[in-house]
């Protein structure tokens, strides 16, 4: 029979997980893996001396737990107490989620013994924390966002053709509409930029996505209405698929945002134009409209946070400084960049680069 403890060695030995024995008559740890020193920041000769520390720092719901799952062990009434989450408040305010995994077993020498494994599972805590919010973000910026800046803009479009009736009632009924849809879309909006700064430091849930199928979808919901916005939206592709890494949630804050500004600077009648082109080695995004343009004066001031450039919509939808801030540091994020032209009175144009997934590049000649 093969030396189990020869055999397993470099396994414990390299391993990330802490690897442990207690004796329990004895109630000292008798061993404890390198990785000890990874997981909880001291060298592992000083474990049983931290042992009382590190138990203190257990969350008080999960210390109870652990208790329960021991002494079931100790009983020997169930073989494991396997995978048993505990809430750890690290020396520096922090908190720490390990992965406890303990059984009995015995020795000659120490008698009875706990033997187990501890793992720190705090980045797939913090990662199904993050895909929530992520998750709440991406409802708010596209699902609920759009559908209501489509509402807002009609119900401009209804104020406009009622004034002539000279119905108080239904005058201040859709004066409710717009003002309830414009605080919504900025409530929304502000949020969104808010929780994203707090989180700017945080790395992107990055994924392969099809940037032209998701572009037909966002725009889709535009064109539906784009009759009774009185503008024209349109969007062509020179190529299908189109593969691109990115965080699905926040690019679409930066689609959303381009698409709402251009609506907002352009009058009835005019066109929102939104094209993708496929290169050698990257993806060019062009949001173009024929709206009001950007004064020469208020160009060099757009990306800038809290930026003096902020205007009121062509209907007084009010401004967000954070807006062109924040796309500019989320395309940054996404290894691209983002510029513009824009000449007063003729329109702007938004272009965004961002590298093409390594599989779809062109291989030179």
Request: net charge negative; aromatic share 6%.
């Amino acid at each position: 029979m093969p030396d189990l403890a020869a055999l397993f060695r470099p396994l414990i030995e390299h391993s990330h997980t802490v690897y442990f024995s207690y004796a329990v008559e004895l109630r000292r740890l008798t061993y404890v893996s390198p990785a000890y020193e990874q997981l909880l920041g001291d060298a592992p000769v000083h474990a049983a001396r931290d042992l009382r520390r590190w138990l203190a720092r257990i969350h008080p719901d999960d210390r109870d737990l652990l208790r329960e799952q021991v002494a079931l062990v100790l009983q020997e009434r169930q073989p494991l107490a396997q995978d048993v989450e505990l809430r750890l408040r690290r020396p520096d305010g922090r908190r720490q989620w390990l992965c406890l995994t303990v059984g009995r077993s015995h020795d000659e020498q120490d008698g009875p013994l706990l033997t187990g494994s501890v793992r720190d599972i705090t980045p797939i805590k913090e990662y199904m924390r993050n895909a929530k919010k992520n998750a709440t973000l991406e409802i708010l910026s596209h699902d609920l966002s759009g559908p209501l800046l489509i509402v807002q803009q009609l119900a401009e479009h209804v104020a406009e053709q009622s004034e002539s009736y000279g119905n108080a009632t239904l005058n201040e009924l859709v004066r409710l509409m717009r003002t309830t849809c414009q605080e919504s879309v900025t409530l929304i909006r502000d949020f969104v930029n808010q929780e994203f700064l707090e989180s700017s430091n945080v790395e992107l849930n990055l994924q392969r996505v099809d940037l032209a199928a998701k572009l037909r979808v966002v725009l889709n919901q535009y064109q539906h209405a784009q009759r009774l916005l009185h503008k024209r939206i349109g969007f062509e592709t020179n190529a299908e698929p189109v593969y691109v890494y990115i965080d699905d949630n926040k690019f679409q804050q930066v689609i959303n945002n381009l698409i709402s500004n251009a609506l907002k600077f352009t009058p009835d009648g005019g066109s929102i134009d939104v094209r993708l082109e496929k290169g050698a080695d990257r993806v060019r995004l062009l949001v173009q409209d024929t709206g009001i343009g950007i004064p020469a004066k208020l160009q060099p001031l757009l990306f800038e946070k809290f930026t003096k450039a902020r205007r009121t919509g062509l209907r007084g939808e009010r401004p967000i400084g954070l807006g062109m801030s924040v796309i500019q540091t989320l395309v940054t994020l996404h290894e691209g960049r983002i510029w513009f032209e824009s000449e007063e009175g003729r329109g702007s144009t938004f272009y965004i680069e961002l590298p093409l997934l390594p599989e779809d590049v062109a291989p030179h000649a």
